[in-house]
Structure formats: structure tokens, C-alpha cells
């Protein structure tokens, strides 16, 4: 495990952009109802700290772990109405770190709270130039601890319109869900993207391992 953790951090300058955020993702039976989605990259961030990536609550509930190294990039859906940016949060923390992290995340049902979410990646001359903090609308944040990282979405409309209610993945994407964050499959682009990414990275540090926890 702690080879696997040493290859997690070097992954952001020794693995290829394309293998840790695809250029296509397909979701099978991502979306609502079942449906397949796809979506295409189209910004990559410049690797950098975590500086201004978080809001200050979840950059607190973070801080434990530490900040190797943040990357990013931004997708859109198959209609261009919606965007997302989905993020690798590389920590310094080993796996009994993120053990207490992802714990903790669980108990304090952290990945809901609205006052604790990830930033968006809002890239001049594209589809997602509008997509700030006011535009967020759903987000999903996965602790890992096969792999030093912490890896979240975050989605909003393509069309920069403010969005009142944002509405974690978890509560938009459950049975019965409604209001329009939940109706119009923001919650899944959340969570199959990240979903995706997790797959991406995991597979990125280590071909031959598979799962994961």
C-alpha cells in the first residue's frame, strides 16, 4: 500500500492528462431513468495548490489530509447545457488519514452540506466561461483510501443562470427527487463524472489493481 501511495502522488507529472481526465467519458445508464450519457473535455487547469478551490468550510474539513497537488478539468454533456469541472485533490496523508477523513465524511454527512463545496473551473472560450460559485448546482465528493486523493464534481447549466438550490448528488439523484437541479440529471453528470475520473485515476496508479475502497 504504501508503493500504491507513492505512485498516487506522482501521478500528476508522471501520467499523461488524457489518461487521468479522459477526452470522452461514457456513462452506461448514468443518467436519469437508466440513460447512457457522454461528455466531452473541454479545459484542463494548470496543476497547481489548492489555493481558492474550495469554500472555506470544506477547504477546513480538507486541511487535515493536506494538499500535494490539485488537478482539474471541465466537461460538457452531449447538449452543451451543462458543465461540470471535476477535481483531484492529491493529499499528503497516508491511509490512515484518509480512513479518519472518509469516516468522518460519512458520519458528519459532509459530501451534502451546501456550504461545503468544491469550485468550479470556469474556462474562457468555452461552454463553461459563466460557471462560477453562484452557478453551482449539484456536486459530489468521494473520499478515497486506496489512493491518496479525494476526487469531486461539481455541475451547473452551460448558460450561467444562478442557481438558488444547489442539491448535492446524493439528494438529486434519489429516488423521487425533484426541483430542477434534480430534473434536469445535474445531480448524475456529478456523480458519473466523478465516478468516471475515480475509475481514471485508480487505473492511472495501478493498471493491474481493479476496485478499490
Known sequence: ???RYAAARTAWHSV???????????????????ADRLWTRIAVAPDGDCRGAFD??????????????????????????????????????????????????????????????PRTYPARGTEAAE??????????????????????AVTGFADGRPVAEPQSAGEATADGANGAVAL??????ARGTAAAVVRAFREAVDPAAGGGS
Not at 460557471?131 to 469531486?152: C, M, N
Open 184 to 189: 434536469s440529471g445535474l445531480g448524475h453528470d
Open 56 to 117: 472555506p468550510l470544506l477547504d477546513t474539513a480538507l486541511s487535515p489530509v493536506g494538499c500535494e497537488r490539485l488537478l482539474r478539468a471541465t466537461y460538457t454533456d452531449e447538449t452543451r447545457t451543462a458543465v461540470t469541472t471535476v477535481g483531484i485533490l492529491v493529499t499528503r496523508a497516508d491511509q490512515s488519514g484518509m480512513r479518519t477523513l472518509r469516516k468522518r465524511f460519512s458520519e458528519e454527512r459532509l459530501d451534502r452540506r451546501s456550504d461545503l463545496m
Open 1 to 3: 500500500m504504501e508503493a
Open 16 to 34: 499523461e492528462v488524457d489518461r487521468l481526465f479522459p477526452r470522452t467519458v461514457r456513462g452506461a445508464g448514468a443518467g436519469p431513468g437508466g
Open 131 to 152: 460557471f462560477g460559485d453562484a452557478q453551482r448546482a449539484s456536486w459530489d465528493i468521494r473520499v478515497l483510501t486506496d489512493v491518496p486523493a479525494v476526487v469531486y
